[in-house]
């Protein structure tokens, strides 16, 4: 292991992995470990190069790590997070590959707990079981303009593949404005899905949140509307609609560490009145105890509520039975380190 | 992210991911992207030791990356491309494991594209498809001999593993001289394989090339011939017999770019009245800007001509239907990153 | 390629691949490729951070290599030997995630082949086919104690993650003393397991060793003993039962090189009366040429006798008939490079 000479990889990740309790109401309570719950768990190489004039190319191929379990992608993707080559100029970046979408990054941007953990905005989602490509595209073409005093856009296009169909294209864009407090974004995509087995249809992503740290506390709202024809979805079945979901949260500082809070609603849309009912709420708090800057413990709690035959329930608790629709409790606590 | 230490292991890698458009005759056309249309995404680990007297150690770890989508190999290996170990003297280098065949480097080496994109002369044949370990081989023992002013020998053997068949079995050997301008290449292989379920033979194979660089252009000319009993091969009934290529191509250097085209005739051979009548021809040019030594963008058109039954199209068109025998023409332009 | 800047990662592996023959007695020879005959074929990534004031935080992420054929991990985890994340401190170290086991440090501590190749003790072991989870747990909370001049022990507990049972459950210590030429090592674990498809017991893990280093010869004494009800075992349907191995072994210092030579005996306990019968004896001798601290050749020849019923044979030999139980020989001769 002597001196080494390569500027052009930066070998980067996290591994975060914690102990869960969980309590859903009615069932036993159940403990096991997770991963993820303050920092997504990752393994990346990226790079970049300078052209000269201003030019610049670059590559990013990143892994999950489910510290847990030793795994990486439920999908099998090795590179499953993102893996893009990209050309940057003072007119912006160009990226192929496949890529996080603008019209997903409020799910994880505009939330103190992201989208990870017990505290994650999309516990109480049921979009992401529902459109695999809910965060990330394949075959993707994305732009980024530049940053102007703040201000900056990002566009993604993902082509179907497919010569007689358009199901899986994907077109999205983003604009934002994030200067000193201030941080506020809109977004917007589609999809093309397919759904009951035979009918397709448009699923349309509107995102619009802000965030503005008063130094004391930083304060967060969001608003997700997941609007899609209402039907079963995927290979496992599972029956979505439109959903709306509210969030307000709170990332307070205390010295280095840091206390985060968030209340989410859920509404469900657009569907059988069995649907439309089928609300919930969330409430999620920790505590972030920083020991560096690449190494934090942590904890949370988190707390679902159900509205009508809702049956949200944090993962890793004891499986839900038909018609369940109680609450669902659960607390972890856990290391995160990064690299 | 501080100063590191290791001299033992290199990191490498290609990131290449294009958009591909194809269009079948007769059929829609489609679009989508595509990867390694200028080079093969990977990413590698590898080292040498020096052990002093002349002799040295070394490792090579490679995975395919498929930049579209994230993925590595089909085949689920996960150093699909190689992973071998190494002795290296004065007298060769010998190398255990998973690695290239001597018998499929012409496929490359003496291919204005290689064996990848749409330009590369594998467009245009039943093998790849029909022998799963056409290009590289497990278990392989290879003895590479040193390199007398320009003329060397590799040799590869694979044993079966088997110990009442020998199915699997693979022995090949190249010779080459590269001098200069001069490059010329002679190689044969043996692979025992079965075929229509339950009957054994030989696939053989056969090349020869060679190229001249004149300075404003290295001209290349190559001849593959794949010989295998007629028959269904593979789980996925891939119908394949014997099969000659030749090809013609060039590279042109302009400035640091570079043009490259290539003509590439498949004769298919010994097998039904139908199957021989089954060519193929392939033309393919692209342009090459080279940003730097590590970073290109690249565009290729190609058109595939079917004789007699033959259905050879580039790979992203519309799925062509049974007996279809028309044209395919593609184009494709990427950026290529290497690290 | 010039000057890296990484602290926080050392990136490690292990790549050996070994040319192998077995005859097992009645049928066929039989040779092949095989790997890690002298060390485990592995790919890591690892650091530690220092937090100051005696802490620290680490992580540890491994993957399986598979020199001969390019494979990762059969069971498809990426870091199927360790993915952990830890907190260090003159309190010893807890470490989260999926990780070797405490009571099966012995099979490969005191065992001058390890586990691995045909001189390792498992080679004659029903239990590593029956339990899935011999070697490494899942969802595993570890922690060490600090080392107390050369006595140190360990903890693992793997919580079973199910609501309504107990199937997975894992825990374990080890208790060891290190210093000097002295190493003794006491250790034992239980794991909830599934037997006869519904039955549900406990395995029970205990191992007792030492290793005293003369100067000209270590010696290495080992005794196992594995504890489960007799039944038929996971999907592969392995019936096993109780199993007690004893092993003697030596490493001898040929200057820079070793001469490493084993006996084991495995004793089937508390199944059928048949089940019983079927114990079996090992020999194993091997060279290893050191040829740097990171590259050895060795040779391994191995004897397995079989008593009874029992059909323990060596990897890569032909494939042993029903009511097989005849002796089973081994050579292997391979490259270890690691880095």
């Known amino acids: 292991l002597g001196a080494s000479a390569q500027s052009s990889v930066t070998l980067f990740g996290v591994v975060d992995a914690n102990v869960r309790y969980v309590k859903n109401s009615g069932l036993s309570s159940n403990y096991g470990m997770s991963n993820s719950g303050l ?79 017990i505290g994650g905005q999309n516990v109480t989602s049921r979009i992401p079981g529902a459109i695999a490509s809910y965060y990330r595209h394949d075959n993707a073409v994305g732009y980024f303009t530049p940053n102007f005093g703040g201000l900056q856009a990002e566009f993604m296009f993902a082509p179907d593949e497919q010569a007689t169909s358009n199901t899986g294209r994907h077109m999205s864009g983003r604009l934002s404005y994030d200067n000193g407090p201030v941080s506020v974004s809109l977004s917007y995509g589609t999809t093309n899905v397919a759904y009951n087995g035979t009918s397709t249809g448009k699923y349309k992503q509107l995102g619009l949140a802000g965030s503005y740290n008063f130094g ?53 849309r657009k569907g059988t009145a069995g649907y439309n009912d089928s609300d919930a709420d969330k409430w999620a708090i920790g505590y972030v105890h920083n020991m560096s800057k690449r190494t934090s413990i ?42």
Chains 1, 2, 3 share one sequence.
């Not at 393994?43 to 590559?59: M, S, T, W």
Request: charged fraction near 15%.
């Open 216 to 268: 004391v506390a930083q304060l967060i709202a969001s608003m997700y509307r997941d609007d899609l024809p209402f039907g079963t979805y995927g290979t496992a079945g599972v029956t979505a609609g439109s959903e709306d979901r509210w969030l307000i949260g709170v990332n307070i500082p205390i010295g280095n560490d840091q206390i985060r809070a968030s209340y989410v609603r859920t509404n469900a």
């Open 39 to 117: 920092s997504s768990g990752r393994l990346g190489f990226r790079g970049v190069e300078d052209l000269g004039g201003g030019l610049k190319a670059g590559f990013w191929l990143e892994s999950d790590v489910n510290a847990d379990t030793g795994t990486i992608s439920p999908t099998g993707k090795m590179f499953q997070r993102r893996s893009t080559v990209s050309l940057m100029g003072n007119w912006g970046e160009i990226r192929l590959g496949r890529d996080f979408s603008p019209a997903s990054v409020h799910s994880f941007k505009y939330d103190p707990f992201g989208v990870i953990g």
């Open 298 to 339: 942590y904890g949370t709690v988190s707390r679902v509520s159900n509205d009508g035959g809702a049956n949200f329930a944090i993962a890793g608790g004891a499986p839900t039975p038909g018609g369940w629709s109680g609450n669902s409790t659960g607390a972890e606590v856990g290391i995160k380190h990064s690299f």
